[in-house]
Each structure stands twice: as C-alpha cells, then as structure tokens.
C-alpha cells in the first residue's frame, strides 16, 4: 500500500490578513521621485500645480496599472482612493484589489460651485458606468469656499462615507485661526479668496459645515492626516461623528512637513485609527510594511499586533467590508500575507522586512 505524502510549506515570519490602505492617490503614481522634499503645504502645491500633467495620459495610466500590481503582490486587499479625473477608473476596475473611489473637490470661489458640482456628478456617473464604488468628497478646509465644501459634504454624506485631508499642515491651522502663513499668502500671491477666519483649529470650522448640511447622522467619516490636530479637535470630532475614523500617513508626513501626527493622543481618545500610504508626490513607495516600519522607529511602544490591526481590520470597517475584508474568520476572503524578518525578541519588524501575498 502507497503512503500518501503530503507537502508542507514553511515560512519564517507572520501571516496577516490582506491589508487596506486607507488613503491613497493612485493617479499620481507617475510623480515619483519628482518632487521636493520638506516644503510645507504651500509649496507642495506650488509642485502639484507644476508637474501634475508632465507626463503623457498613457504614461500615467501606465503608472497607475504597475502602482496597483505592486500593491496587491506586497498584500493590499482594499483600498480607499482619491481622484480628480477618471483615469484610475478602468484600472482599477480591473485590479483584484477592492477600491472606494472618493471624487476629490477644490474651488475657492462662491461663483464656481454650480459648475463643479456638474463636473464631480458627471464623473461619479462614469465611475458607477465603469463598475467601481465612489462618491464625491470634499478635499480640505482651505481648498474650497464655505459655500462648495458644504454642497460637497452633502453629497458625501448621502453616500454614508466621506473622506477628508484634515489638519494636515501648521499652515492650515494658521490660515484658519488668523487668516495669516504661507498658505495664506500663496492664496492672496494668486488671488483667491481663503475661508472666514475662525479662531479656532480647522477641524472645528470643518464640522460646523457638516452640521449645515442637516444630513449628519450615522455616516462612516475618514480624517486624514491630523498631523496637527489637538485634544480639543478630536474631542469635538469624537463628539459630533458617530463613525470617526482617523488614518495616519506618516511616511508623507515626514515628506512634506518632517512632522508626524499625536499618535499617542489618537489612541489615549479611543480613536478607530486606519493606516494609508498617501500618494508618489509626497512618498517614496506605496507600502503598508514601510508605513509601519515608521511608526515603530517613532512610537516603539505600540505593539505591532495593534498597528496590524489598524492597517487590516479598522480600515475594512471605514470601508463598510469587514463582513469579508479585514481578519481571518469564518466565511471571510480577506487574503494571506506574509510579513517575513521579524524581530521576535522585540516583536517588530526590522528594517529588512517585506510584505508578500501568499492567497
């Protein structure tokens, strides 16, 4: 009688669900590498306006389709991405990893907001066309007139998710509370109009446009960023969303402001606190593992069980998948990864450590 042999694979690291990055640009993927480092907001978007189209549409659509591959192979399962335009739409259609499309919004000025909500229905309609979730989404505080980020926010909130850049920048906060900085004088260099001073952090001005809207109730919000944010933002956040969620990018972080978010208050709050990778503009690598390899060289005392945990679970939950994204149960897809060259002792990764998809 033949002895059944059975083959076992063994691998030295730890397997996790697939992840989700919870804030992405993948359209800008073909920026990489162009742009400078430590500039602040304001010249951040002095290289945006600069380079964004500086190469052809199918060069950047290429870029898009080889940023989504590498994603997926290192382990990304669901994604939440930011769009302008509808190239990303076809490619990701195609992609295995699951995407909710926010259709990002900008406009300073009263008089536009017609012709912009046209636009971003009009390319909410062509997504839904090409088979992918999305919803437009207003981009931040100091990015649109009063009047176009609570027209947005009404439709983001109709949709049940919202995304939105918050706090990311000390500029934004000096814009908001005093009218004064370098974002304020970029605004003024080029003449257009900046949001009513305040007083008060950005984020408090952003909820009160929320609670204009009269359509504020159980909606999952993403904060993006919060570099900045303070106890007494996210007090007010925690206060007047139900469904707060706070993603931390602190690899682009430290690209544009060499500053990182309040981890530690995020988590002393309560916070349900996601991971994302934000764009190539303002990062070196779309990579979940490099992302925590960050917040463990800046925050050594989180244990990696709970970064896992934000960078899987918390961002599947934002997302609305967690009945089959996020952990490994029953009934659930969400994927296999190996994370290998672990530092056991520590319970770290090392600098050496890589993400691949095993399922």
Wanted: proline share 4%.
């Amino acid at each position: 009688m033949q002895q059944e042999e059975e083959s076992t694979e063994f691998y030295n690291g730890i397997l996790v669900p697939g992840f989700v990055n919870s804030h992405c640009h993948i359209e800008l993927s073909h920026l990489k590498g162009a742009f400078e480092k430590g500039t602040g907001m304001a010249g951040f978007i002095r290289q945006i306006n600069s380079l964004r189209n500086s190469v052809s549409r199918d060069g950047r659509v290429s870029a898009i389709e080889q940023e989504l591959r590498q994603m997926y192979d290192s382990g990304v399962s669901a994604m939440a991405d930011i769009s302008n335009c509808d190239e990303s739409f076809l490619p990701k259609s195609q992609s295995d990893i699951y995407t909710r499309t926010f259709l990002e919004v900008f406009g300073t000025e009263e008089k536009d907001v017609g012709h912009i909500m046209e636009n971003v229905m009009a390319l909410h309609q062509k997504a839904i066309q090409t088979g992918i979730d999305s919803s437009p989404t207003p981009h931040s505080c100091y990015t649109m007139s009063p009047q176009l980020l609570e027209a947005v926010a009404a439709e983001s909130l109709k949709s049940g998710w919202l995304s939105y850049h918050n706090q990311e920048s000390w500029e934004e906060e000096e814009l908001l509370k005093n009218g004064e900085g370098p974002l304020a004088d970029e605004y003024k260099s080029r003449s257009l109009s900046t949001p009513p001073i305040c007083g008060k952090p950005s984020l408090f001005y952003f909820l009160e446009r929320l609670k204009a809207t009269g359509l504020l109730s159980g909606q999952n919000i993403l904060l993006v960023h919060n570099t900045f944010s303070d106890y007494a933002s996210i007090s007010e956040a925690k206060k007047e969303i139900a469904n707060l969620y706070m993603a931390l990018c602190p690899l682009s972080n430290l690209f544009i402001h060499n500053s990182l978010p309040p981890v530690r208050l995020l988590m002393e709050e309560g916070v349900d606190i996601t991971l994302g990778t934000d764009s190539l503009s303002s990062n070196d690598v779309l990579s979940m593992v490099q992302e925590i390899k960050c917040l463990h060289s800046y925050f050594p005392d989180i244990p990696l069980a709970q970064i896992i945990e934000w960078s899987t679970m918390n961002g599947a939950k934002f997302l609305g998948v967690q009945e089959r994204l996020g952990s490994f149960e029953p009934g659930k897809s969400p994927g296999v990864v190996l994370i290998d060259n672990i530092d056991w002792d520590k319970m770290k990764l090392t600098d050496s450590s890589k993400s691949v998809r095993l399922v």
